[in-house]
C-alpha cells in the first residue's frame, strides 16, 4: 500500500498491541507504529464514549452498556463491566451476541456432518463450501444450540490475569469434529506427541510468535500429520453439548475384527 505508519486501537492492557507490532516489525521493520491509546488523555471506556459523542463518531456502546467486545468471523470475545469480577456469573441472556444460553436452546438437536481432506474442512452435510462459509453456517447453527460459550480467566502476555467470555459456536464445532476424526487417522505415538506439540504451538501463536522459525517447523510437522485426516464426522448438538454421532475415513486405521 506504501504506507509509512500503522495506527492501531489496541489499549495499552491487551494482547493484540504486541500481536500487531511484532507482526508489523516482523515484516516491514521501518513502518513506524501509532497506538493512540497510550499517548492520549483517554484513560477509561467511559472516556472514549464521550469523545465520540462529542465528535459525532457512531460507536455500538452507551456508558450503561460498555463491554469491551471483539468480533471477527470466528469468535466474539466479551470483557468489561460485571465481568471484571470472577465471582459474578455472566448474564448470558442479555451479553450474548452469536447464539444463546443452552437453556434457550431447542429441544431437539441439531445433526451436522463435517468432511475433512487433509485435515482441512471442505464441506457441511455433503455440500462442498468455503471455509469462510462453512464457518458462517456453524456459526449460526452452534449460536442456536447454545454451542462454543467459555467463561475463562486468561493469563495475558503482558502479565495480568483478565476474565472474558468468548463465543466460538463454529470453531467449536470444527474443532471437535477434526479431534475425532484423528481419533481413527493418527497413530497413537503421532496423536500423542502431537498434543505436545499444540501447546506450544498456541503458546507461540497466543504470544504473537507466529513470523518465527519454530512457528514454520511446527506447522510443517502439522500439516504432515493431516495427510490422511480426511473423512466425515457427524456431530449431534443438543443444549450446548456435541455429542459423537458418527465418524468414517478412508484412511480409518480402526479394525473391527481386531477390536472385536
Known sequence: EGATAICHGCTGKGNDQVRFELTVKALNPDLKIIAPWRIWDIKSREDAVDYANAHGIEIPVTKKELYSRDRNVWHISHEGMDLEDPANEPQLDTLLKLGVS???????????????????????????????????????????????????????????????????????????????????????????????VAQKLAELVYNAQWFTPLTESILAFVKNTQKTVTGDVTLKLYKGNMINAGVSSPYSLYDSEIAT
Do not use: Q, W
Open 102 to 196: 443452552p437453556e434457550k436452546a431447542p429441544d431437539s438437536p441439531t445433526y451436522v456432518t463435517i468432511g475433512f481432506e487433509a485435515g482441512v474442512p471442505v464441506s457441511l452435510d455433503g455440500e462442498k463450501m468455503s471455509g469462510l462459509k462453512l464457518v458462517e453456517k456453524l456459526n449460526e447453527l452452534g449460536g442456536k444450540n447454545g454451542i462454543g460459550l467459555l467463561d475463562i480467566v486468561e493469563n495475558r502476555l503482558v502479565g495480568m490475569k483478565c476474565r472474558g467470555v468468548y463465543e466460538t459456536p463454529g470453531g467449536a464445532i470444527l474443532y471437535k469434529a477434526h479431534s475425532v476424526l484423528e481419533s481413527i487417522c493418527l497413530d497413537k505415538e503421532t496423536a500423542h506427541f502431537k498434543s505436545h
